[in-house]
């Protein structure tokens, strides 16, 4: 049996327990009497570990568990067998959600009925959705059985979903319940619950440190262990409905901080109306305003005589030649499409109906003021916040390796531009994120200058495309010290997925703006803060950079996320969502962001794609939880996999936290998640404290000492000869990524393929003569050792800077400027350029240079070039450079144009 520190997560270890019993009851049953005393041990083993586990969970139950204890012991082996085979495979599947699923052989249905996977989507919709609930109350065996009973008792043929009770007596194995079970959609906190959990395994224990270190439960009365779990559940899962079933009056309830608890009970065995209220709360998270609204739509009889012939699918039923597409997609897709915004539909721009009402409920989800769907990507997202809040002239501090689109937002809005350099990793040819300390020290050079009131915006990639996460919260905090009014825009396009885990929803920018809205309410926080002006001396920049500054009582909450909803969860192609907690979004901002919203968004929005985003929406309130749990287990066990074996190993580096984060940014120590002698790491403890984290789902592998770099290795060797479609690459690493539809199946085939191309490797290099195997070694070199240092921002030329106080420059005007030919001329990187810089002439770059990867740009309009900027030119090997044409050269400004341009500015000052 494989060791607990093999395991992340409590459901792996349950999933992989019940295969492993299956496969050593199987081999019992067929042993001889005599020959069989080890595997009677090991089933044994199996029982006792999974006897501290099942409590949690309603299938196969405690009864049935007994049931199959007992035939262990009474030596049962065939039916023992049998019932522990049906009961992995109905795990496996998913089955027992659908139908029950019995153990005994003389009641068992038709196995040939037991695959799921042969049930068609039609007929896996006609079911009804399952879920369990937990039930908080320290029961005797006997009350337990009969809380069951009633709860049976109620269900009703009309009920839209079906469920079963989990008993758990304690508020610590509540929450070890709520972190493990993934199926648990509602918790009913009774008066009998207790404190402790009797349950060690350290596996579910480590569970409860995820609550956090700030949550002293140890000495709270008896009488407040239920109102205390309900704001807990609210911190941990927020997406379950808590229901409180008290025996306290009326008086000393109300006014308590319930969390989410969505009704409460007084002192009363009601089980119809509680049994009525589960529903309704899971009922109100699977409804699908738009969705529905669509689907119905598409069975209405409709007469069209407006735009898009296709509607109905009429100019394909007709047609003599494009069958085919109709063949392929299906009637529904054609049914559902139309330009219509009556019938029960709704307007994109002007939302009243379904629409409004699906943005509300993602907001909900989400934890934001306001939400907004998108239907083309998160890059105009993006450019609609940008535009909404940026005024011609506002200084805006960007991350510099950002999105494209920033760019070219900041352009539109007119912004003077501050460039943050995030820290490098040469060694990978990648950049990391931005440290605090470099935007605390911007700011605090915009303050010296008496810039301050022109700056307005810090924007920031949360998590950035190689998965590493800012400390959101605590960059907020301290930024609001230093200009209390500052907005924040928060790229999460990578990161939507987060809200949906109790570790990642932390570094989520919704969490984080709702918990400084509750600082903020706090007088704690102004105490706080008081004391530290009494000693900080603002002064003296140095103090205040190493000063973890305090939010300031007068700082206003304002921050926007905008997310990529179809990169990480289910949605269609560019369906994308904009997160508000804006508080001054209604007298302020709203009106201006319509505008951008009307500016960016079409007047034909995809209805697929908002009924995609409305679906998605469902998904991760119900079972986002689930699947985000499975998509980090897969990812751990990618590392684990390739970290451990020795032959992938030798060809193949998985980076860790401490490959990829410095060690000044790691408060917690954390090197790696997993390590081959001690297994894995809590991440808990560092997603609370560190500067910076790496996400566990983007797993990025050196690949240098294969002798291929990363662009050859992805579309040379993963895609074309084995059909693994990745994204990312830099000059010696590829990215995986795991995603809520990632399978261990799919991983397994990935090791497979590493461990195929390392063998290959390996009889190349036997094969290999002399001169092959240096010119082997040299490629290796030259991609681990010898690697260009990656430039930071040199700066604005003078011509588009208003002084040279503070860097922020006018990227627009430089951005037009380049519109006439006759401001531009073009220079080749054979040392024309150089002997240009060492003849003292300052050579500006007129466009955007970006290069894939890294895939954000190295030069922007109006930035000088550097040596250092010519060097790592110089040295990409990469067959993209958008912005380069390598028959004409790096497109620059000429003299006389920058001349002209300073003039006017200097007129205007």
């Known amino acids: 049996m494989s060791s607990m520190s093999d395991h992340y997560s409590a459901v792996q270890l349950r999933t992989d327990r019940w295969n492993a019993l299956q496969q050593a009851v199987s081999a019992l049953a067929r042993a001889p009497s005599g020959k069989n005393a080890k595997l009677i041990k090991r089933v044994d083993e199996i029982f006792d570990a999974l006897e501290i586990i099942e409590p949690y969970w309603a299938f196969p139950g405690l009864q049935a568990f007994d049931t199959m204890r007992r035939q262990f012991e009474h030596r049962s082996y065939d039916d023992l067998a049998f019932a522990v085979r049906r009961c992995a495979r109905a795990l496996g599947s998913g089955a027992y959600r659908r139908r029950h699923i019995p153990l005994d052989r003389d009641d068992s ?21 399952y879920f369990e609930v937990l039930i908080v109350d320290s029961l005797s065996e006997q009350q337990a059985r009969w809380m069951r009973s009633s709860i049976h008792q109620m269900r009703r043929s009309e009920d839209a979903f079906t469920y079963e009770p989990v008993i758990v007596p304690s508020l610590e194995d509540a929450l070890i319940g709520i972190l493990f079970n993934h199926n648990i959609q509602a918790v009913v906190i009774r008066p009998g619950l207790t404190l402790k959990s009797q349950n060690d395994l350290p596996i579910l224990q480590r569970f409860l440190s995820r ?17 205390e779990l309900c704001r807990l559940i609210a911190k941990v899962r927020p997406e379950l409905d808590a229901y409180l079933v008290t025996d306290r009056s009326v008086e000393d309830i109300a006014g308590m901080d319930l969390g989410l608890c969505r009704r409460v009970f007084y002192n009363q065995e009601d089980f119809l109306e509680l049994h009525l209220n589960i529903l309704r709360g899971v009922r109100s998270r ?71 009402e699906a943005q509300e409920l993602a907001s909900r989800a989400f934890g934001s003021r306001q939400t907004f769907f998108a239907t083309n990507g998160t890059s105009t997202c993006n450019k609609i916040v940008v535009q909404a809040l ?50 605390k020290h911007q700011l605090l050079k915009l303050k010296a200058a008496g810039k301050l009131d022109r700056v ?22 301290e930024c609001l010290a230093i200009k209390p ?94 997160h508000v907690n804006d508080q001054d979004f209604k007298g302020e901002v709203e009106q201006s962001f319509h505008e951008a919203y009307m500016t960016h968004t079409s007047t034909s929005p995809n209805y697929q794609i908002i009924a995609s985003l409305d679906v998605g929406r469902r998904q991760v309130e119900l079972e986002g939880f689930e699947f985000v749990q499975r ?63 790496l996400d566990a789902t983007r797993v990025t592998v050196a690949v240098g000492g294969t002798g291929w770099d990363g662009d050859t290795f992805k579309t040379q060797i993963l895609m074309d000869r084995y059909g693994i479609q990745i994204n990312k690459t830099s000059r010696n690493t590829v990215l995986f990524m795991t995603n809520i539809g990632t399978t261990r199946s799919s991983v397994a085939y990935l090791i497979e393929v590493l461990v195929e191309i390392a063998k290959d490797l390996d009889d190349l290099y036997d094969d290999a003569s002399k001169m092959e195997r240096l010119s082997f070694e040299r490629r290796i070199k030259n991609l681990v050792e010898d690697l260009p240092p990656l430039p930071d ?57 970006i290069p894939y990867p890294p895939g954000f740009p190295i030069l922007v309009p109006g930035q000088v070039v550097s040596r250092e900027i010519l060097a790592f030119m110089r040295a990409l090997d990469v067959s993209e450079i958008h912005g380069y044409r390598p028959d004409l050269g790096l497109r620059v400004f000429t003299d006389d144009a920058l001349a002209r341009v300073a003039q006017s500015r200097l007129k205007a000052n």
């Not at 109709?326 to 330009?339: K, M, R, V």
């Not at 494209?404 to 937002?409: I, M, P, R």
């Not at 002084?803 to 024309?832: H, V, W």
Request: proline letters at 5%.
């Open 456 to 477: 307005r915006m810090l924007l920031l990639t949360n998590c950035t495309f190689d998965g590493l996460v800012y400390n959101v919260e605590r960059v907020m905090e």
């Open 793 to 849: 921002f040199s700066r604005f030329h003078d011509a588009f800077r208003t002084d040279a106080k503070t860097p922020e420059g006018d990227i627009r005007t430089a951005f037009f400027l380049s519109y006439d030919e006759a401001n531009c001329d073009y220079m080749q990187l054979d040392g024309e350029i150089d002997a240009a810089i060492e003849s003292g002439r300052e050579v500006v770059s007129a466009s955007f240079i």
């Open 631 to 693: 998509q980090v287990e897969a990812a751990m066990s990618m590392r684990r996999a390739i970290a451990t074996h020795p032959l992938l190993k030798k060809y193949f580096k998985v980076l860790t936290a401490g490959d990829m984060i410095p060690e000044k940014y790691r408060e917690s120590g954390v090197q790696s998640y997993y390590h081959p002698e001690q297994g894995w790491t809590d991440i808990w403890q560092c997603w609370a404290s560190d500067e910076f984290v």
């Open 211 to 227: 609550v956090g270190d700030d949550e002293d439960v140890e000495g709270i009365p008896p009488e407040e262990y239920g109102p």
């Open 109 to 129: 249905e038709n196995e040939e009925n037991e695959d799921e996977a042969l049930l068609s989507p039609e007929a896996r919709a006609l079911a009804k959705p």
């Open 485 to 578: 009014d500052l907005v924040f825009l928060w790229d999460e396009a990578w990161f939507a997925f987060a809200r949906f885990g109790p570790t990642y929803r932390q570094r989520t920018a919704m969490n984080a703006a709702n918990n400084l809205r509750a600082k903020l309410r706090s007088p704690e926080t102004e105490k706080a803060w008081k004391a530290q002006q009494e000693t900080l001396d603002w002064e003296d920049e140095e103090a205040v950079l190493n000063t973890r500054l305090q939010l300031p009582p007068d700082a206003r909450v304002r921050v926007y996320a905008t997310q990529s909803t179809h990169k990480t969860l289910t949605s269609l192609r560019q369906g994308s969502m904009i």
């Open 390 to 439: 940026v005024r011609p002239g506002d200084i805006v501090l960007v991350d510099r390796d950002c999105h494209k689109s920033h760019h070219y937002g900041m352009v539109l809005a007119g912004a003077q531009v501050v460039y943050l350099d995030s820290y490098p990793l040469n060694e990978y040819s990648m950049y990391g994120a931005v440290p605090l300390r470099e935007i």
């Open 286 to 356: 699977y409804k699908t305003p738009f969705f529905s609204a669509l689907k119905e739509y598409s069975k209405q009889p409709t007469g069209v005589f407006h735009a898009m012939p296709i509607s109905r699918g009429k100019s394909i039923s007709r047609s003599h030649w494009i069958q085919d597409m109709g063949a392929f997609y299906g009637s529904n897709i054609f049914l559902a499409e139309t330009s219509a915004t009556s019938g029960g539909l709704d307007s994109l721009l002007e939302p009243h109906g379904p629409i409004k």
